[in-house]
């Protein structure tokens, strides 16, 4: 049973826009959702993360929104560039605990030119 | 933050025969982790690496097939066992760091060894 579903599986987006991937989660005592980003041929690095006694959390022209009651959290890329192109992996863990993630299926995003 | 170095970051392999990963850590961490990501997947855990004691395996994985070691903070060894084509996968390094007696929360990851099997 997949714990966090993950969407879309890849996404295709043009220079300047707006790319959103978008995680939900069924453990309700996951309260440390992070975002992970690997380019080819290089191990995942996180990217940003938010605990759920927010509802946004901005760095850059990233932005997770997380809907608590919904069991949702997405990932906005604003202005994207060519160079955000990789895989986007969204996990779930709880902080109390082992501290080993749930991560969701990835997505594929290539921003074009 | 940690520095993770993997050795090898690539092999090509024979079936039937075994390949050993090492990791090596910067820095003192808590917990130890090893994950398979198949082409284009997900990161699937095989294992938590204790120090000192027997890995801790997840579901589908077995300490005959993968068995790992740790002898201190900083270092720990996957071998893949009795190869085949199956096998051939990244294979990855991860740490939990240790930040004045907490963890962060963040996992470190090195850039993987990437294993073909043939």
């Known amino acids: 049973q997949q714990q966090v579903k993950q969407s879309p599986q890849s996404l295709i987006v043009q220079k300047g826009g707006i790319s959103i991937i978008n995680c939900a989660y069924e453990n309700t005592a996951f309260d440390y959702f992070p975002w992970y980003q690997q380019f080819p041929g290089k191990g995942p690095a996180l990217l940003i993360a938010?605990?759920?006694?927010?509802s946004e959390k901005k760095e850059g022209r990233f932005t997770i929104s997380f809907n608590k009651s919904a069991k949702q959290f997405s990932l906005h890329i604003m202005d994207s560039q060519p160079g955000d192109s990789a895989t986007y992996f969204c996990a779930a863990s709880i902080r109390g605990g082992s501290y080993i993630p749930t991560f969701g299926r990835g997505t594929s995003l290539i921003v074009h030119p | 933050s940690a520095v993770i170095s993997q050795k090898p970051s690539r092999d090509i392999c024979q079936r039937g025969t075994s390949l050993t990963i090492q990791c090596q850590v910067d820095?003192?961490?808590?917990?130890m982790f090893w994950y398979r990501q198949q082409p284009g997947q997900s990161l699937t855990l095989i294992a938590t690496?204790?120090?000192?004691?027997?890995?801790?395996?997840e579901s589908g994985f077995v300490i005959d097939k993968f068995p790992i070691s740790r002898p201190n903070l900083t270092f720990s060894t996957l071998t893949v066992s009795n190869m085949s084509p199956e096998d051939s996968s990244i294979y990855l390094c991860?740490?939990?760091?240790?930040?004045?007696?907490?963890?962060?929360?963040?996992?470190?990851f090195g850039e993987g060894s990437r294993l073909t099997v043939l």
């Open positions: 690496a204790n120090q000192g004691s027997e890995a801790t395996y």
């Open positions: 991860s740490v939990v760091l240790r930040t004045s007696g907490t963890n962060t929360g963040e996992l470190f």
């Open positions: 820095s003192q961490v808590t917990m």
């Open positions: 938010i605990r759920p006694d927010v």
